[in-house]
């Protein structure tokens, strides 16, 4: 039963949050990831959580650095790191230019690592009452003098300072370092530049064995207390902050290396330094991995809803608002509106959920519009009616879908306008051929107009990549069903006689629906 207080407007308590995580104060008090935290930090090979634009991955990683005891040990260490953080160009500059460009970048980012690890410990050790090991206080000594004291923030690794390395003069063996007497580290005359460094190979090639030979030693000091020290977590989020046109061709190779240096760690310290990468599915897919595959299946958690997953989202955050004004509310989203069926006597929940593509942040955008759409309703200038709404209104969902399906839309070209810019020419021709359903034959037809070179079995790609990302759905033989792959995660592509848009698209696209009737 709906027990609503008598005559309350569910206008004044209803809200479903923030579609950005990161602007979500209340993020904390509703998280929901159907155990995918827990399933990464209990597998000691996993290391990268992936998912699709949207999914949710960013409000994964603020709520473990936010609740990290409700998912590690009390004396383990989380760090949390972004994207943001980096300087890209200079990053380029600590690549191992002869190893393949799956490795190139792995030194830079064991580096940064094993950095960030050395002060993670120092800070235990002295926030525990305990004496700091002389291996890491050495370690501590070393890395102040390379880069001035207090240790070095990950802006100030991949800054200008770390530029000056490349005229440093640090001894191969190891006795003075390991003794903690660096007198013999000669830092050479002056300040290095960025472009001296990019012009001239043997600053590179100084700059990259300086790197390694303190990879080693730090790797070596951290192996020899290890046993004393607790597990560190360094987590990485934004990944795809710098995903741009301008960027993409410098921050790939630099991702690859971040993804397989975390591999490198999570393989070798067993357990005790543990990368987590939150990376976009689409830019792990195109990365250039050895063993891409094994590596997702083994050391990966894809952060994939269902219908039950998703309405349990949305229920706990409308729950939360509800709370707060001493409601309480069904168990169902369903019985929050006004009407039990909607077209074709399809359920309030399901027509929403078939607009989405299976993602958080597309229930919510939908959610969100449809009781702004009802807010606008009732504050219109014009209107002389008083309204006044119990229960959220089924009506106002068909009035938000078209502004919903635009941000959709856009959301998509923005997802994949840098690794497949030929994204917007799909979109356009589509929209010029003007119905939710066609064949092969058509979409080629009108993305010749709009692309002269394009060729069958190029359409025939193109038609699996919009099937891979739900924007197209095809029909299984002669039956009425449509297969999209954000609903049925299991279905590969075939080639069919007939393909159909996603529902979240036909309004942006400005689409005629097909005559054939089913239970959309």
């Known amino acids: 039963m709906f027990n609503l207080k008598k005559m309350e407007n569910i206008l004044d308590w209803i809200e479903v949050g923030k579609l950005s995580a990161e602007r979500d104060d209340n993020l904390s008090s509703y998280f929901y990831d159907a155990g995918v935290l827990n399933n990464v930090i209990k597998s000691p090979t996993s290391f990268l959580v992936l998912g699709r634009k949207g999914a949710g991955k960013t409000a994964v990683f603020k709520y473990l650095s936010e609740n990290k005891d409700q998912f590690i040990e009390p ?20 690549k191992d230019s002869d190893k393949a460009v799956s490795l190139a970048y792995k030194q830079s980012w064991l580096l940064v690592m094993l950095i960030e690890s050395v002060k993670a410990y120092s800070n235990w050790f ?85 790197i390694h030979n303190l990879i080693d030693y730090l790797e070596s000091s951290l192996e020899k207390v290890s046993a004393e020290c607790p597990t560190v977590y360094i987590c990485f989020d934004k990944v795809d902050e710098a995903w741009d046109a301008a960027s993409f061709s410098a921050s790939k190779p630099v991702i690859t290396g971040l993804i397989a240096s975390s591999d490198s760690l999570t393989t070798t310290k067993k357990n005790k330094i543990r990368p987590i990468v939150f990376l976009r599915e689409d830019i792990f897919d195109v ?140 979109f356009n021709a589509i929209q010029n051929f003007g119905s939710t359903n066609f064949n092969r034959k058509e979409l080629y037809t009108e993305l010749e107009k709009l692309v002269p070179d394009v060729t069958e079995e190029g359409v025939k790609e193109y038609l699996r990549f919009l099937f891979n990302n739900s924007i197209i759905g095809f029909k299984l033989g002669n039956s009425k069903e ?39």
Request: hydrophobic share 35%; proline share 4%.
């Open 482 to 520: 449509w297969k999209f792959k954000c609903f049925y995660p299991s279905q590969g592509y075939l080639d069919s006689s007939e393909y159909r848009v996603h529902e979240g698209l036909v309004r942006a696209l400005n689409l005629r629906e097909s005559r054939e009737k089913d239970n959309n």
């Open 126 to 210: 002295i926030e525990k009452g305990k004496k700091v090991p002389k291996e890491i206080s050495n370690c501590n000594k070393l890395l102040e003098k390379l880069f001035d004291s207090p240790i070095p923030s990950i802006g100030k690794i991949v800054s200008r300072k770390i530029l000056s390395l490349s005229k440093l003069s640090l001894p191969k063996a190891g006795l003075d370092m390991e003794e903690g007497n660096f007198d013999s580290i000669d830092f050479g005359g002056g300040e290095v530049s960025f472009n001296e460094v990019k012009q001239e190979k043997t600053l590179q090639t100084h700059l990259s064995e300086n």
């Open 75 to 94: 004396d383990d260490i989380l760090i949390p790191l972004s994207f943001e953080d980096y300087n890209w160009n200079i990053h380029s500059l600590l």
């Open 287 to 426: 990365l250039d991995l050895n063993d891409s595959n094994k590596l997702r299946e083994d050391c990966g958690e894809l952060l994939h809803w269902n219908a039950r997953s998703l309405h349990s989202l949305i229920l706990i955050r409308i729950k939360h608002f509800a709370k707060k004004h001493n409601i309480e509310i069904p168990q169902t989203l369903d019985d929050l509106f006004d009407r039990k069926e909607m077209r074709q006597r399809t359920k309030p929940f399901k027509y929403l959920l078939k607009r989405t593509m299976m993602r958080p942040r597309d229930l919510i955008s939908m959610t969100s519009k449809v009781i702004k759409n009802m807010i606008d309703k009732v504050e219109d200038p014009f209107s002389e009616e008083e309204l006044h709404y119990e229960k959220l209104e089924a009506a106002s969902i068909y009035e938000a879908e078209p502004i919903y399906s635009d941000w959709l839309r856009k959301e998509v070209l923005e997802e994949w306008q840098v690794q497949m810019p030929i994204i917007e020419d799909l």
